[in-house]
């Protein structure tokens, strides 16, 4: 778990502040492309991060500030809880909570 936490949280820091495409952040991290792109696929479809650019296979990224904000989860807590709360307009979450106690899988 600690491993793909310090994962996520370098793919994450390595878009703040910009826009990237999954090679950069490959390049960025040194993380095997399969792993970025399988990452970007999750966090996308959280509302984590967002395509700003699209051609064909080409996809431009940022980062949201929901995003941002479980990179400051990420960072501060012991463990992160996001809640996937969606109404009849929006497919997207809605909230990220930080926990400094133990993760406890239900």
Do not use: C, Q
Request: overall charge negative; hydrophobic content about 45%; proline content about 3%.
């Amino acid at each position: 778990m600690r491993e793909f936490r310090r994962r996520l949280k370098a793919i994450i820091e390595a878009m703040v502040g910009r826009v990237v495409t999954p090679g950069d952040v490959v390049a960025a991290t040194g993380l095997p492309r399969y792993e970025v792109l399988a990452t970007f696929h999750v966090l996308e479809t959280l509302g984590l991060i967002e395509i700003i650019l699209e051609k064909g296979n080409y996809r431009v990224y940022k980062l949201t500030k929901l995003g941002l904000k479980l990179l400051r989860a990420l960072e501060s807590a012991n463990s992160v809880l996001i809640d996937v709360v969606t109404d009849d307009s929006s497919e997207t979450p809605t909230s990220i909570h930080e926990s400094a106690g133990e993760v406890v899988e239900a």
